[in-house]
């Protein structure tokens, strides 16, 4: 393998580490907790905070574990020359591309795991109808991602009609990986929406529909980037024959890509669940006297 | 919402039954929305199965909630035949709107000035 790979992969190894170690700070799941709380401009009272910051910190471990076990495989695959290894670029691409699909997988598999419960004697607060997927994640998000994965494939349909020699390339490795982890979100995203939601305040619930929301939306990304990846590498095969990432008509997807997202975060995606499950919500209806009192 | 106090002297059957009334009555649940499952109820709130199921039945014999089958149970449209007509036209919007992605401010506005018409 090449150098460039090995300095890539330790660098994505002290990336991991120092993230898995900042979930054990106290101080930074804190932080994570009420910069999350300011993102989405939702009170934390202090009693609910610790929970908060444990399951985000939960999720954050579970990523970061998923995607060093992905970035593990996928070196193992590289040094077998299995996988996207045709040159040194498409290599780093396809180390990136396993170690996001990791973090998803991981940050799924947290999401999935462990339960909560309340002490008997208090009171229990629960929703009266039901809440979906759709509920929790922007539309522009949840269904732009599946256009861009469709589009992805079909790119290397084309490449494997039009060139057979070329399957076993960034751009299809890629696109497979976006569409498996599009079809765990589909799945999954339905079971982390179905577990249920032991709550003892009005509080407690909103803020579980917080992290299921950011969880959902995190385990969106892999599917958007890779099928991005995808795209990006796909459409420069196709138009630029071989001259890879590198061609300018590459630049055409990334500059859609980048609209997306800037449109996306302009539309405040991570306060989508709080207009479709709790229209009525102020900043100070989730402190702790409203709470207690409801 | 729904909200089981275990300390209060009213069985958590009936607070859960009373509130639902209370829901369909004053429209927060409307005419056909679908209601959790009788599992994911019971979790939720910490009850057996047993009493949300009881719940669901008493609910559906006095015309509050119907069970399609397997789809699970949905609100029933309250009032005279006219009001029950006008509730699933508009649970019929509600759900294409909800489908199109419209703002429910929007959707809102545009049923407003439409009665005006």
């Known amino acids: 393998m090449d150098s460039a790979i090995w300095y890539f992969s330790i660098l994505i190894a002290i990336v991991f580490a120092v993230g898995l170690a900042l979930t054990f700070v106290p101080v930074f799941a804190k932080w994570s907790a009420y910069r999350h709380s300011v993102l989405i401009r939702l009170d934390l009272p202090s ?14 471990r579970g990523a970061i574990a998923g995607g060093l076990v992905f970035t593990i495989l996928g070196l193992v695959a590289l040094s077998l020359d299995v996988g996207a290894s045709d040159n040194t670029r498409s290599a780093l691409f396809f ?19 462990g339960s909560r419960t309340i002490p008997s004697d208090q009171p229990r607060v629960a929703r009266s109808n039901v809440a979906t997927v759709a509920d929790y994640v922007f539309p522009l998000e ?16 084309v490449i494997a009609v039009i060139d057979a020699g070329g399957l076993v390339s960034a751009a299809v490795f890629f696109a497979v990986l976006a569409a498996v982890t599009l079809v765990l979100f589909e799945i999954a995203g339905r079971r982390v929406v179905d577990r249920s939601q032991p709550a003892g305040s009005t509080g407690e619930l909103v803020w579980d529909d917080a992290l299921r929301a950011l969880i959902l939306r995190d385990m969106l990304i892999a599917p958007l980037t890779l099928s991005s990846f995808s795209l990006i590498l796909g459409v420069a095969h196709l138009l630029g024959g071989d001259s890879g990432p590198d061609s300018l008509v590459s630049v055409f997807p990334t500059f859609i890509a980048l609209a997306v997202t800037f449109y996306s975060r302009a539309s405040r995606p991570q306060r989508y669940f709080i207009t479709r499950l709790w229209p009525k919500l102020r900043w100070s209806d989730t402190a702790d006297t409203v709470t207690d009192a409801a | 919402m729904l909200t089981i106090d275990p300390k209060s002297p009213v069985p958590p059957f009936e607070q859960l039954r009373l509130q639902f009334i209370e829901q369909v009555r004053s429209g927060e649940l409307a005419a056909g929305a679908k209601l959790p499952t009788v599992r994911r109820l019971a979790d939720d709130l910490g009850l057996a199965p047993n009493t949300v199921a009881r719940c669901y039945r008493e609910l559906e014999r006095d015309g509050f909630i119907e069970t399609r089958g397997r789809n699970g149970s949905f609100v029933s449209a309250q009032g005279d035949a006219a009001e029950q007509q006008a509730q699933v036209a508009a649970r019929a919007y509600a759900d294409r709107i909800a489908q199109l992605g419209v703002a429910p401010a929007d959707a809102l506005r545009w049923v407003k000035a439409a009665l005006k018409q």
């Open chain 1, 142 to 157: 949840r269904i732009g991602t599946r256009v861009l994965v469709v589009l992805a494939v079909a790119v290397t349909i």
């Open chain 1, 47 to 60: 009693r609910l905070q610790p929970a908060v910051s444990a399951r985000l910190m939960t999720s954050g």
């Open chain 1, 95 to 113: 180390l990136l591309g396993t170690a996001i699909a990791g973090g998803t997988v991981g940050t799924t598999v947290a999401a999935l795991t």
